[in-house]
C-alpha cells in the first residue's frame, strides 16, 4: 500500500458523459500531481498543486479540470472527452512541490473513452 | 522542444545477465535526471542525479550522468525475474515554468 489511493481503478466513459477521477493522500504531503500515461507515449505530467494552489498547468486542455479542495484530495473532473483521451491517469504525491525524487504514485485509473 | 530518448526500447535477457539502459536528453535549463522503476501501475523512484560522473549505486543497480554528452545510463548488474519492469528516464528543467519530461520507457523482461 502506497499511502496513495486512486478511485475508480477502471473507468469507461462516453464522449458526452460527465466524470471525475479522485485522488487521496494519506502522507501527510503538501504536493500532490496529475499524470497521463497513454499507450506508446511517454508519461505526461499534467498539473502540480502545492498546498491546494495550482503552480502548473502544462498546456492540458480544457476538457480536464482539476480540483484540490486540501492538501489531502485531488480530483480530476472530466468532460466531453475524446478516445484518445483513453490512457492510465496517474497520481502523486510528495511532502513539497518538484520533489520528484520523493514522490509517492498511486495505482491509476485505466479510462477508456468510447 | 525538450526532449528524452530511451534505448533499446525493450530488451529480453537471462537471469544473471548484466545490462545497462540508456537516456538520452535535449532540454534548456537542465536541473536533475531521474530513473524511476514501473512495474505494473505505480512508477517507484530509483535515483536523481544533478552532476556529472557521479555514480549512484544502490544494491545491483547503479546511474551515472553525463551532462556534457547528454546522457545517463543505468546499469543492473546479476538480473533476477523481479527486475522485470518497464524503467523510465526523466529530466527535470528549470526556468520561468519548471517541467518535467519523460521517455518513452525501456521495457526490460529478465526470464529464468
Known amino acids: 500500500e502506497t499511502g496513495v489511493t486512486q478511485t475508480p481503478r477502471h473507468l469507461v466513459m462516453g464522449m458526452t458523459n460527465k466524470k471525475s477521477l479522485k485522488c487521496e493522500q494519506h502522507l501527510g504531503h503538501n504536493a500532490m500531481y496529475w499524470y497521463k500515461q497513454s499507450a506508446k507515449k511517454p508519461l505526461e505530467l499534467m498539473f502540480v498543486?502545492?498546498?491546494?494552489?495550482?503552480?502548473e498547468n502544462n498546456s492540458v486542455p480544457s476538457r480536464f479540470s482539476p480540483e484540490c479542495p486540501n492538501s489531502s484530495h485531488l480530483f480530476l473532473h472530466l468532460h466531453t472527452l475524446q478516445p484518445e483521451d483513453s490512457a492510465l491517469y496517474l497520481c502523486a504525491s510528495s511532502a513539497l512541490a518538484s520533489s520528484y525524487n520523493e514522490q509517492f504514485f498511486g495505482p491509476g485509473t485505466r479510462l477508456t473513452v468510447l | 522542444e525538450d526532449k528524452v530518448v530511451q534505448s533499446p526500447l525493450s530488451l529480453v535477457v537471462h537471469e544473471g545477465d548484466t545490462v545497462t539502459l540508456n537516456c538520452s536528453y535535449e532540454?534548456?535549463?537542465?536541473?536533475?535526471l531521474l530513473w524511476y522503476k514501473q512495474e505494473k501501475k505505480a512508477p517507484t523512484f530509483l535515483f536523481m542525479l544533478t552532476s556529472s560522473g557521479i555514480e549512484k549505486k544502490s544494491g545491483r543497480l547503479s546511474s551515472i550522468l553525463d551532462k556534457k554528452e547528454l546522457f545517463s545510463i543505468l546499469n543492473i548488474t546479476a538480473t533476477q525475474t523481479g527486475d522485470s519492469a518497464v524503467y523510465l528516464c526523466?529530466?527535470?528543467?528549470?526556468?520561468?515554468?519548471?517541467?518535467?519530461?519523460f521517455g518513452k520507457g525501456t521495457k526490460l523482461t529478465v526470464n529464468p
Open positions: 526523466a529530466v527535470v528543467t528549470q526556468g520561468g515554468s519548471e517541467k518535467l519530461v
Open positions: 532540454v534548456t535549463n537542465f536541473r536533475s
Open positions: 498543486y502545492n498546498f491546494k494552489e495550482q503552480t
